[in-house]
Every structure is written in C-alpha cells, then in structure tokens.
C-alpha cells in the first residue's frame, strides 16, 4: 500500500498558527516572538505563489519565516548546499538565514520552514518608480547591478529568479530575497524547482536550465531597463511598467519582432542603452545557456548550429578534374550522410561548425550566373523578334543545352532538396508571419472588446442611472407635495407646543408665588426675633398695619415716623429668611390634575391638526413605497448590469489569452523549424543553381 499523500497547509491554516507562536514553533527565538498584524489584530502575510512569509518580532529583532504550500523533495538539501557555499564564499547581495525541517506546528503536524533576517528596504520597482526624476541614481543602481552580476558570477551564483519582488532596496545597498531557486556549485546536474517570473526570463528557460548561467538573461534584462530610464523615464508610462514588470514582458521576448520596447530602446539617442538593448535582442536568437554574462566581454554564439556535411562525388566524366581544387585529409576522412550530386563530388568537403568552406569555390561567380541568365533567355527573344535560319538554329540549341542544364540541376538530389528546403522555409515564414499576424490581431481584438464592453457597460449604466434618476425625481415631487401639506401643520403643533409649555411655566409660577405668599403671611410680627426690634418698634409697625411677612413689601413707605436704616435693615433681612424657608418648601411641579387639565385643553387643539398631517402621510404613502421599490429594483438592474459584463469580459479574455498563449506555442515551433531550415540551406549554400552552372563552365574550358 502507498502512504497517503500529504496535504500541505494553507495560507489560512499557516495564519491561525502563527497567531500562537508559542505553541507551533519549536525554534526558542522563533517562540518568544509576536508576529506583525493588521489592523485587525491578525498576522499580516506576504503571500506568493509557493509560501507565506511572516514578520516576527522579539524585542529589538526581526526575523521572517516563510512557510511553504507544497512539497520540494530535495529542500533541505538545496539548502544545506547553498548555506554552505554562501559561508564560504559570502556575497554581500544574500540575507541570513536557516532550514528548519520541523519548523511549524499546523494541524498537529510539523512542516518545514525558512527562517531568515528581516531586511528593510523598498521592492526594485517601486525605489525606480520614486526615482524616475533622479537619472543619477538609476545611473547609479544599473552600475551597481553591473557589479552584482560580476560578483555573483565571481562567487559561483546564480539567484534563479531576479525580478523586482525578490529585490530589495535597503540601507546597505542591494539584498536578493526567496532562494528556492538558486544555483550553486554543489547542486550541479540538479533541475529547477521553478521557471521564475515569466517578464524577467528567457522564453526558452526549462527546468533543464540549470548552471551558472541562470541569471545572464535576467541581469540584462533588468540593466537594459534602468539603462533606459535613465536615459528617457518616460518609458516608463509609455511601456507600462510597474505593472508586474519594468520594461519588458513576456510578449516582448516570445515575439520580439513587433515589440515596442525593442523599438524604443534600438533607437534611443544613448549608445549605451543601444548596445544593451542589441545584445538583449540578440540573447533570444540563443539557448539560454549561452546568453553573456553581464559586464564580460563574452559575445553571443551564432544562433544556427550548422549539421555535418556529407561528403560529394564527382560523375565519371569529371573524375579527372578532381586534382584541381584539393581536399584536406580531414575533409577526405568524412563520413557521408547522405548522396549528393556527383558534380560537386571532391569539391566540398566536411565544413566546420562556422559553415561550408570549400577551398577553391568560397565566392559565388556572379557574373558567370548572369551570362547563364542572359543566354536562357535567347531563345524566347529569338521567337518573339520572329528570327530564322542559322540565328533560329543557335536559339533552339541554346535553349536545349539550357534545358538540359536545368533538368540535370533539378535531378540532382541535392538540388532538388535545395529548392524543396527554399519552398519549405517560405512556407514556414509565410506561417510565422501569419500567426504574428493573428497574434496581434488577437490582441488587439481584446483591447477593442475591452473598449466596447466599457462602453457597452457605461451606456446601459448610464441608461439605468437615468430611470433612477427620473424615480428620484418623481419621488422628490411627491415627498414636496407632502411636505407642503405638513410642514404648516407642524410649525402649528410646535407653537401649540410652545404655548403649552408657556401656560405650564405660568401656572406652575403662580402656584409657587402664592405658597410663598400663604407662607408669609403665617408669619406674625409679634412672634418674630428679630435683632435690634423693641416692643416699641414692632407696636409702632403693628399700628402702621405691619403684622406678617407678606406686609413688608420693599420700597414702600408707611405713615408715621419712618424707621431708621438698621431697623429697615434688619427687617428685610427677616422678610428675606421667611421667603427662602417658603422655598424651600414650594411644589417643584403641578398637581396631577392641574397639569391633566391643561394637557386636556391643548390636546383638544392638537388632534384635528394630527388627524390632517396622518390623512396626508397615508395618501403619500402608497406613492413612496411604490417609488422606493422601483428605486430598488433600478439599483439592483444596474448591479446586474455590472456584474453581468464584468463576468463576461473576465471569460473572453481568459478564451483570447489561451488563443494568444496557442499562437504563441506554434510561432515559437515554427520559428525553431524555420532556423533549422535555415541551418540546412546553410549547409546547401554550394550546391545552389548558380554554383552548379560556374562549376561546369569552368570545368568545360
């Protein structure tokens, strides 16, 4: 029985255990830590395509880990390998870090994890983005990702994947993050887990690819693109960039033929960019294993590989001419592949990898071709000028002898796949040219229906923001009409209201004042202390008809002798203690049914005024309510509308880029078969029509 297979973790279930690092690390460093969170209070993933990568704190030190979504069965090896080589040779581009097979806790079970330094720094992207109006530091960055290239070249690297998410900008220069891909000497004749980013790779890459060299196209890439905005940051805009690239894309590689960028940059007034840009173009006509290192003078090998030649033979009635054009020893010891025509036999031998190379034919004789040219056309001319006798004669022998030259040249078998491999090439370039076509036809098909969904989208938009506008508008007429129904009434119940509150006040303060008043007058002079008064005084007061608290009343003046001011005094003091005590003891509010009463008397005013304002919100109510439902059912159109064309645009583009991405396949196959045609044209170069007529004309002087 095979053991199951293992599931691996989600981004989901990674976040839930790092919420607990305490109990789903075994690392001591790692356990003491507090992962960075969102507002949320939950941890805050970097999520890519193959891990999650976490920020932990401890104290004054920040570690990321990065956790992985599937399996690579020969990690830690890769990563034993390539922390060993980075010991002994340290490159100051790398960031610590350490493998840990048991590294996380997830669902009871453990999975390894890579726990590196934090860096702080800006992604490559967005440091050129804040830069683009400072050309010397772009300048400054492509030099020194010159000297990257040539230190990691020094140093036996190769990253694996350089794009702009795995480079970081920081206080200490450049920093490369994510090794899952890297080269080292001690992982030679491994494959590749990975491709890397797609707009930073060469179009041929596969997992094969493997070596030292891995970096070379990258590293071009990323100099040709800083090169450039250095020299002209409008690129930038005008090329898309930011957009999951710099400057180049994936398009820009499969067909660089029509490829803006290439055109852009080929002529840009700056030889440096120029140059950069030539020898990037020229890096697609090669394997990816020969691509030049950046910053080397190494050059680019011819794209065609050209095939063994095999060796020719002479006819017999030639045989004895074969003395005339000498053959190496080499050349001789060639083992044929194939027959080919006899009259080229002894005459070409075996060329090298740089193309045939026969020692006595290396130029093609033009003008022997011409006069051959010249004289097969007599015998048409000879008719059409109505010529006779011995001329007619001449003519016909003439085109016999030509005839007889073509026959032969076409019976030949290397002729004959020398105009059959000619049909084949056009053929293939016609169907090159044709899937460009279509490409770009594709392409431009999408952004068109792009365009016309928009425009589809704003104008059934713009129709169903138009209904709901005219229900807005017929509802606001009809919440106008009631409003000029009820806003009179209700100004009417507030200032019922406000004389209610009026009469309240009112009869509240006269029903105090005359507590105060009964209070007052229960207090008799006689009976009073108060300081400085005399019986004498208080008679004197008692005749004046001054006998209780309510008699005193300030200001006033009674008959007889007046009082002199501490007796006045003293007496309003009294006054004034007999009122606070009465207030103290005075109703706060009206009686239940004083208060009921006058509620009863206003109420009787409010309730025809109510029973006006209801009949009118009830008449209007239908109206609304209907309104309000077709307001809705506008509302919910409009989102249809929206959802309805998103979702159709997101299934003809994902139709048109599986078309694209097809079209693709088959340029780059025919392209591939194109060169290899071109490869064996190249090795037929002596044995075209032309070459066959100069060698029998020399041969028959």
């Known amino acids: ?32 830590s507090l992962p960075e969170t969102t507002s949320t209070g939950l941890p805050k993933p970097i999520t890519g395509n193959f891990a999650s990568v976490y920020r932990l704190v401890d104290g004054s030190t920040s570690t990321a880990v990065r956790c992985f979504f599937r399996d690579v069965p020969d990690a830690r090896d890769r990563y034993a390998a390539i922390s060993t080589h980075l010991d002994r040779q340290p490159v100051g581009y790398a960031v610590g870090f350490h493998y840990l097979e048991q590294g996380v806790r997830v669902r009871g079970r453990h999975f390894p994890l890579l726990k590196m330094d934090w860096v702080e720094g800006e ?63 001690a992982l030679h004749g491994r494959g590749s887990h990975e491709l890397g980013h797609a707009n930073y790779q060469h179009p041929g890459r596969a997992a094969s690819h493997f070596g030292p060299t891995l970096d070379n196209f990258s590293h071009w890439v990323i100099y040709t693109s800083l090169l450039a905005l250095s020299s002209r940051p409008e690129l930038w805009r005008e090329l898309g960039a930011g957009d999951e690239k710099l400057l180049f894309g994936r398009l820009d590689f499969v067909d660089p033929q029509p490829s803006l960028a290439f055109r852009l940059l080929l ?15 020229s890096a697609l006509d090669c394997s990816p294993g020969d691509v030049p290192a950046l910053g080397t003078k190494d050059t680019i090998p011819s794209r065609r590989v050209i095939a063994p030649w095999p060796r020719l033979r002479f006819p017999p009635g030639l045989a004895a001419q074969e003395g005339r054009v000498a053959s190496t020893e080499s050349e001789r010891a060639t083992v044929p592949l194939r027959p ?4 080229l036999s002894g005459h070409v031998g075996a060329p090298s990898h740089r193309g045939l190379e026969s020692p006595g034919w290396r130029r093609l004789p033009l003008p022997l071709a011409v006069l051959a040219c010249v004289l097969g056309s007599l015998p048409a001319s000879g008719v059409a000028l109505g010529m006779t006798g011995r001329v007619s004669l001449i003519c016909s022998s003439i085109t016999v002898c030509w005839l007889a030259i073509v026959v032969g040249y076409f019976s030949d078998p290397a002729g004959a796949m020398r105009i059959k491999l000619h049909f084949s090439s056009m053929c293939t370039r016609i169907s090159c040219w044709r899937t460009r076509r279509r490409i770009a036809s594709l392409q431009r098909g999408e952004a068109r229906g792009a365009l016309r969904h928009s425009v589809s989208l704003e104008t ?29 009434l209700r100004r009417h119940l507030s200032r019922l209201d406000e004389e209610y509150e009026t009469a309240l006040r009112h009869q509240l303060q006269e029903l105090q004042n005359g507590h105060v008043r009964a209070h007052l007058k229960r207090q008799r002079l006689r009976r009073a202390k108060i300081r400085g008064h005399s019986p004498l005084i208080k008679a004197r007061l008692w005749a004046q008809g001054v006998r209780t608290a309510a008699d005193i009343s300030p200001g006033s003046r009674r008959p007889g002798r007046p009082l002199d001011r501490r007796t006045a005094a003293a007496l309003r003091i009294w006054m004034e203690s007999c009122i606070r005590e009465a207030e103290r003891s005075m109703p706060v509010r009206l009686s239940d049914e004083a208060s009921g009463a006058l509620c009863s008397r206003f109420e009787r005013r409010r309730r025809p005024i109510r029973t006006l304002m209801h009949t009118a919100l009830r008449e209007a109510a239908p109206v609304l309510t209907r309104l309000e439902a077709e307001r809705n059912d506008q509302r919910a159109v409009l989102d249809g509308i929206a959802s309805e064309i998103l979702r159709a645009e997101e299934v003809r583009t994902r139709d048109v880029r599986a078309q694209i991405s097809a079209h693709e396949s088959q340029l780059r196959l025919r392209m591939r078969r194109s060169a290899e045609i071109e490869d064996q044209l190249q090795t037929l170069r002596q044995a075209s029509f032309p070459h066959y007529l100069a060698l029998l004309l020399f041969l028959g002087q």
């Open 123 to 185: 992604l490559l992207d967005v440091y050129i983005a804040r830069n683009l109006n400072r050309p010397d530091r772009l300048r400054a960055l492509a030099e020194r990702w010159r000297k990257m290239a040539l230190d990691l070249r020094a140093a036996g690297v190769a990253h694996g994947d350089l794009q702009h998410g795995n480079v970081l900008m920081g206080r200490n220069g450049i920093k490369l993050v994510d090794y899952d891909g890297m080269f080292v000497p």
């Open 340 to 343: 080919l025509p006899e009259w």
């Open 460 to 488: 059934r938009r713009l129709l169903a923001s138009r209904r709901l506008q005219r229900h807005e508008r017929r509802r606001h007429r009809v919440l106008e009409d009631v409003r000029a129904t009820i806003d009179p």
């Open 1 to 32: 029985m095979t053991a199951p297979k293992t599931t691996w973790p989600s981004p989901q279930d990674y976040n839930e255990a790092i919420q607990t690092p305490a109990s789903s690390f075994l690392d001591p460093q790692l356990r003491r």
């Open 267 to 281: 002529k840009s007034p700056e030889p440096t960019v120029r140059k950069a840009a030539k020898t990037l173009r």
